[in-house]
């Protein structure tokens, strides 16, 4: 597993926005904000690209979004190229990206989440090289940062330090509030086991997004098969949340990845809070799961995914989850 240079203290940040721009609030306001205070910290912020803007449900055409990407990550300046955001469109630059001439540069630290999924995976198995599954950018732009983004922002600078599962998480609707406001924690957290009372679980850390994972399935931008089986002595740990998908959708995804071999090896289940309520008469994600995965060791309702606070995913890390009455937390280890 290559291990890419994470965030030095002074170091340059490559802000790319391979998706949506940053052009609607709350969005815009943080942004500029998390850039003026990344600077105040030390660090030079270099962009790629119109991270502020729009064109046909992304910043800009995919063939510019893709050639934005490329241009940062062969930048000798940059140290880690950090995504602005998420959207829908992300997956229609895969087409335009060589990957393997990017092995011809040193491995560069990816960072974002949910459509983000798109490079996060695919830099992951194409180039083994770890990534990460975590805040896009200006989400450090609030005025008060959670734990969640300072913990974060630690592991983007290479610290192994470990994430507890929060008190409090935000509703699945928010209240209108302030571009500058922190998050809205009103929901009591609890991790749940669906197979065991004491569960810890051990292995190679990947996952994203179900909605772009399912995707990738048949076409040659995956390579999950290659990665677990290159891991499999480590054993699998898979996270994973939706933020489209409702019952239904969550149960052909499932079996479809299943299907398709990707649960291989899996030694257990991570699951996100989804951002959609996954119940239908006498069909909910508990017998989803049940169904589908069986009796592997298992927790949801996790602080991953779209539903803040969020923990920073390091795919292709090493992966130490436990989670009972006594304690929660995920910690992470590479090198």
């Not at 930048?75 to 630059?93: A, T």
């Amino acid at each position: 597993m290559k291990i890419p240079k994470f965030l030095p203290d002074n170091g340059t940040i490559g802000l790319i926005a391979p998706s949506f721009g940053a052009n609607i609030e709350p969005y815009k306001t943080r942004l500029i904000h998390a850039i003026r205070r990344f600077e105040a910290m030390g660090y030079t912020i270099k962009t790629f690209g119109d991270i502020f803007g729009y064109y046909q449900g992304a910043s800009e055409d995919k063939h510019i979004r893709a050639k934005h990407f490329i241009d940062a990550y062969m930048d000798e300046d940059v140290d880690v190229i950090w995504s602005i955001g998420g959207g829908e469109l992300m997956v229609e630059i895969l087409p335009f990206i060589d990957f393997d001439s990017l092995k011809k540069y040193p491995p560069k630290l990816f960072i974002g989440y949910s459509d983000n999924t798109n490079l996060t995976i695919t830099l992951l198995t194409h180039l083994d090289m770890l990534t990460i599954y975590g805040h896009h950018f200006p989400a450090f732009g609030m005025e008060t940062l959670d734990q969640s983004l300072i913990d974060g922002l630690n592991i983007i600078k290479g610290k192994n330090i470990t994430q507890h599962a929060s008190t409090f998480h935000e509703p699945r609707l928010l209240p209108e509030k302030p571009p500058l406001a922190s998050y809205t924690l009103t929901e009591p957290t609890k991790w749940v086991n669906l197979n065991q009372s004491n569960t810890r679980i051990e292995g190679r850390l990947i996952g994203g997004v179900i909605d772009i994972l399912i995707l990738h399935l048949g076409t040659p931008y995956d390579l999950v098969g290659d990665f677990i089986e290159k891991y499999k002595d480590d054993g699998i740990v898979w996270y994973l949340e939706s933020f489209d998908m409702d019952v239904f959708a969550l149960k052909r995804a499932l079996w479809q990845m299943k299907q398709a071999g990707w649960f291989k090896y899996t030694k257990g289940f991570l699951f996100g809070r989804h951002m959609k309520e996954l119940s239908f008469l006498d069909l909910d994600e508990y017998n989803v799961y049940k169904d589908i995965l069986g009796d592997i060791p298992l927790i949801m309702h996790m602080d991953i995914g779209h539903i803040n606070p969020m923990m920073t995913l390091v795919n292709g890390a090493l992966v130490r989850v436990v989670n009972n009455e006594k304690e929660s937390y995920l910690i992470q280890h590479w090198g």
